[in-house]
Nanobody, 124 residues
């Protein structure tokens, strides 16, 4: 079983920055893909970014490219999402997720494990 715990959300003004953390436990993650998704009120959950635990290849939604950076700290089993130049439309609950089999990493249905989510609110 995999446990994921997010932290780092909060309220920030437009143009500001936040760093989200996702602490993973329960398995060896060398073969996993870790992802960040978000869900705004009244909208479907959407892909934000993903990283391969081994090799570190990264993937981003077009809406966050150049502003968000996903990274990992292998010894700490932690994945980060550095969010810069935040916009009001980035307001959402952000979820960390993990999958093992390398399926479509842009689809939330490919991820078997989820954290509880952390709220990010960007004021204008």
């Amino acid at each position: 079983q995999v446990q994921l715990v997010e932290s780092g959300g909060g309220l920030v003004q437009a143009g500001g920055s936040l760093r989200l953390s996702c602490a993973a436990s329960g398995r060896t993650f060398s073969t996993y893909i870790m992802g960040w998704f978000r869900q705004a009120p009244g909208k479907e959950r959407e892909f934000v970014a993903a990283i391969r635990w081994t090799g570190g290849s990264t993937y981003y939604a077009d809406s966050v490219k150049g502003r968000f950076t996903i990274s990992r700290d292998n010894p700490k089993n932690t994945v980060y999402l550095q969010m810069n130049s935040l916009k009001p439309e980035d307001t959402a609950v952000y979820y960390c997720a993990a999958q093992r089999f390398g399926m479509n990493l842009y689809s939330d249905s490919s991820y078997a494990y989820w954290g509880q989510g952390t709220q990010v609110t960007v004021s204008s």
